[in-house]
T-cell receptor, first 113, second 115 residues
C-alpha cells in the first residue's frame, strides 16, 4: 500500500524556468511533510518542510504548497538551475511517531542549460 | 555534508552471512534511524532509536537487528543474508524523539551486495 505517491517518475525543465514536483498521499493522519533531494552516490539532503497547519512554506528558490483537502503537495523551484538536477523525494509523518517517515518513490528532475 | 557518517561505504558478501553497518549521528542528535532503499521498494523505514532505546519500528525483518550505544552511535546487524537484502542502507539522525515534527539528516549510505 503506497501511502505517499509521486506519480511522475521524471521531469525535464529548461534552466531559468519553474520546476513543479508533485506528491499525493492517502493517509489523512499525515500532518508533517518534507522534501529531500538526492544526488547519485549520496544520501538524501533535506530541502524544506511544511506542517499541516500551513498551506505554504518558502525558503529561497524553494516553495512547498500543501492542499489538505486534495491530499496533495507540490514543490516549486524558481528559477531552476542545472545543479538542481537530482531525484526529489517527498516524505510524510504524523502523530506520536514523527520519526517514521513514509517516502514517495521519487521524481528525477533534469534541468537543461 | 550532513554530519552523519556511515561505514563501510560498500560491502560485498555471500548469502547466509552476517554483516554489521555502523552509523554516527550528527553532533547533538539523540535519534538515529535506519532506512533501506531497494530498486523496487524505494526508501523504507526500518527502525528508530532515541538515546539508546528503541522508539519506533517499521518493516524490519526478524533477521535484522539494531542497537544504539551510550556514545549514540548505532549499528544495524543483518544476518542470514539473502540475495534480496542487496540494497542501499541509510542512517539518519535528528534531535527529537519523534513526539513532534523534526528534520532527519541522512548519511551517505552503505551499499550492500549479497552474492
Amino acid at each position: 500500500d503506497q501511502q505517499v505517491k509521486q506519480n511522475s517518475p521524471s521531469l525535464s525543465v529548461q534552466e531559468g524556468r519553474i520546476s513543479i514536483l508533485n506528491c499525493d498521499y492517502t493517509n489523512s493522519m499525515f500532518d508533517y511533510f518534507l522534501w529531500y533531494k538526492k544526488y547519485p552516490a549520496e544520501g538524501p539532503t533535506f530541502l524544506i518542510s511544511i506542517s499541516s497547519i500551513k498551506d505554504k512554506n518558502e525558503d529561497g528558490r524553494f516553495t512547498v504548497f500543501l492542499n489538505k483537502s486534495a491530499k496533495h503537495l507540490s514543490l516549486h523551484i524558481v528559477p531552476s538551475q542545472p545543479g538542481d538536477s537530482a531525484v526529489y523525494f517527498c516524505a510524510a509523518s504524523f502523530g506520536t511517531s514523527y520519526g517514521k517517515l513514509t517516502f514517495g518513490q521519487g521524481t528525477i528532475l533534469t534541468v537543461h542549460p | 555534508d550532513s554530519g552523519v557518517t556511515q561505514t563501510p561505504k560498500h560491502l560485498i558478501t555471500a548469502t547466509g552471512q552476517r554483516v554489521t553497518l555502523r552509523c554516527s549521528p550528527r553532533s547533538g542528535d539523540l535519534s538515529v534511524y535506519w532506512y533501506q532503499q531497494s530498486l523496487d521498494q524505494g526508501l523504507q523505514f526500518l527502525i528508530q532509536y532515541y538515546n539508546g532505546e528503541e522508539r519506533a519500528k517499521g518493516n524490519i525483518l526478524e533477521r535484522f537487528s539494531a542497537q544504539q550505544f551510550p556514545d549514540l552511535h548505532s549499528e544495524l546487524n543483518l544476518s542470514s543474508l539473502e540475495l534480496g537484502d542487496s540494497a542501499l542502507y541509510f542512517c539518519a539522525s535528528s534531535l527529537l524523539a519523534g513526539g513532534g515534527p523534526d528534520t532527519q539528516y541522512f548519511g551517505p549510505g552503505t551499499r550492500l551486495t549479497v552474492l
